[in-house]
């Protein structure tokens, strides 16, 4: 079956960095876009960013734009978003997740498939 296992949270300093790696197993990987998603307490989960099966085509929510990276390294079966400039407001448990295409937008129910999630914490 589809697994998918997140890493890379923590905790961190206002404008520090992560980088967190969700590893996939049980799909051919190369297929599909994956996305990256985030719950903060009280609140609803809400997209990230996102990846084509390629990786050449990358989307992200405006809330992090210029300061969080997408990419994915289909040969590791891995997807991977490098976060910057992290502030407290990025509090959240984030959630990759596995399109039903080789494209998905933003929204939940194109994704077929979610990891358990990564705490990631910022202090200011």
């Known amino acids: 079956q589809v697994q998918l296992v997140e890493s890379g949270g923590g905790l961190v300093q206002a404008g520090g960095s992560l980088r967190l790696s969700c590893a996939a197993s049980g799909l051919t990987f190369s297929n599909y876009a994956m996305g990256w998603f985030r719950q903060a307490p009280g609140k609803e989960r809400e997209f990230v960013s996102g990846?084509?099966?390629?990786?050449?085509?990358?989307a992200a929510a405006d809330s992090v734009k210029g300061r969080f990276t997408i990419s994915r390294d289909n040969a590791k079966n891995t997807v991977y978003l490098q976060m910057n400039s992290l502030k407290p407001q990025d509090t959240a448990v984030y959630y990759c997740?596995?399109?039903?295409?080789?494209?998905?937008?933003?929204?939940?129910?194109?994704?077929?498939?979610w990891g358990q999630g990564t705490q990631v914490t910022v202090s200011s």
């Open positions: 990846t084509n099966w390629s990786g050449m085509t990358t």
């Open positions: 997740a596995v399109a039903g295409s080789s494209w998905a937008g933003k929204f939940e129910y194109e994704y077929d498939y």
